[in-house]
């Protein structure tokens, strides 16, 4: 075991087509735009200058973070370093406004439920159907989970009861034996994580925005509690205005 901080980085993918778009993503697994493929370059050189080079990864099954994994490793030559997945860090499943329009989704329910629904703790969207178009329920890669395990819609609190475990029992035993951990993820399922990490309330959680393809960092004591709360953005000017456009991606056309 080795001794406290722990370094752990999380980097949320980066710009999807769906983010582009402007639609509600979710588990619909969408590819990354050439900007975000160049964010998550960019992304593995900020490591880099840093310092900060991952031993070890952890990712989800989706596509847009894994490639942006994989960009980023290549651009800070840690390609060849172990790889982990789970389906417990994947985008919070957005139900039924999986594939809708943001903008359309504002004008036509209004800014109380569509703040419920997008930033809420605990008030999930709608339920998917099963034969929807963008519903994941029959996707190979969910084959082994229990179709109890496999959601049709989630709020941010069922994505921090589904994340946690794996926080515990996959990526604490990886910080304890003093492995640089990179966890590239998705806008909510990170948001879960930091809001565990910082004790962030159930109130205070949903004012939290992630930016695309900038390397998040912590130092974690020996209870796992950051040294520097809230966590370091490699290049904050970058990740200050992208937070912005993140917290008013519904207002835009
Ligand atoms: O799933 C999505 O649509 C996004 O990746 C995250 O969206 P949000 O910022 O609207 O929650």
Same mark, same amino acid.
């Given at each position: 075991?080795?001794?406290? $901080?722990?370094?752990?980085?999380?980097?949320?993918?980066?710009?999807? !087509?769906?983010?582009?778009? +402007?639609?509600?993503?979710?588990? #619909?697994?969408?590819?990354?735009?050439?900007?975000?493929?160049?964010?998550?370059? =960019?992304?593995?050189?900020?490591?880099?200058? *840093?310092?900060?080079?991952?031993?070890?990864?952890?990712?989800?099954?989706?596509?847009? *973070?894994?490639?942006?994994?994989?960009? *980023?490793?290549?651009?800070? &030559?840690?390609?060849?370093?172990?790889?982990?997945?789970?389906?417990?860090?994947?985008? =919070?499943?957005?139900?039924? %406004?999986?594939?809708?329009?943001?903008?359309?989704?504002?004008?036509?329910?209004? !800014? !109380?439920?569509?703040?419920?629904?997008?930033?809420? @703790?605990?008030?999930?969207?709608?339920?998917?159907?099963? /034969?929807? !178009? @963008?519903?994941?329920?029959?996707?190979?890669? @969910?084959?082994?989970?229990?179709?109890?395990?496999?959601?049709?819609?989630?709020? %941010?609190?069922?994505?921090?009861? =589904?994340?946690?475990?794996?926080?515990?029992?996959?990526? #604490?035993? &990886?910080?304890?034996?003093?492995?640089?951990? %990179? #966890?590239?993820?998705?806008?909510?399922?990170? =948001?879960?994580?930091?809001?565990?990490?910082?004790?962030?309330?159930?109130? /205070?959680?949903?004012?939290?925005?992630?930016?695309?393809?900038?390397?998040?960092?912590?130092?974690?004591?020996?209870?796992?509690? $950051?040294?520097? $709360?809230?966590?370091?953005?490699?290049?904050?000017?970058?990740?200050?205005?992208?937070?912005?456009? #993140?917290? +008013?991606?519904?207002?835009?056309?």
């Amino acid at each position: 075991m080795a001794d406290a $901080p722990y370094k752990l980085i999380l980097l949320r993918h980066g710009e999807s !087509e769906w983010n582009a778009k +402007n639609l509600f993503t979710g588990w #619909v697994d969408v590819n990354l735009t050439e900007k975000g493929e160049k964010e998550a370059v =960019r992304g593995g050189e900020l490591l880099k200058d *840093a310092g900060l080079l991952p031993d070890v990864l952890h990712t989800s099954l989706q596509r847009r *973070a894994i490639r942006t994994a994989q960009l *980023a490793l290549e651009s800070a &030559d840690r390609l060849w370093i172990p790889v982990r997945r789970s389906w417990r860090l994947n985008e =919070r499943h957005y139900g039924a %406004l999986q594939g809708k329009d943001k903008a359309q989704t504002l004008a036509e329910f209004g !800014e !109380e439920q569509f703040m419920l629904w997008r930033r809420s @703790y605990d008030t999930p969207p709608p339920p998917l159907a099963r /034969d929807d !178009e @963008y519903s994941q329920f029959d996707d190979a890669r @969910y084959a082994d989970l229990p179709p109890e395990l496999r959601p049709d819609t989630e709020c %941010l609190k069922d994505v921090v009861v =589904r994340m946690l475990p794996y926080w515990f029992d996959s990526i #604490v035993p &990886d910080l304890l034996t003093g492995r640089t951990v %990179l #966890v590239a993820a998705h806008g909510n399922s990170l =948001r879960g994580l930091v809001k565990h990490l910082d004790g962030i309330s159930d109130e /205070d959680i949903s004012g939290l925005n992630i930016p695309t393809g900038i390397p998040l960092s912590y130092e974690l004591d020996a209870d796992f509690k $950051p040294l520097n $709360p809230g966590g370091t953005y490699l290049d904050p000017d970058a990740a200050k205005a992208a937070i912005e456009a #993140v917290k +008013n991606q519904g207002k835009k056309k």
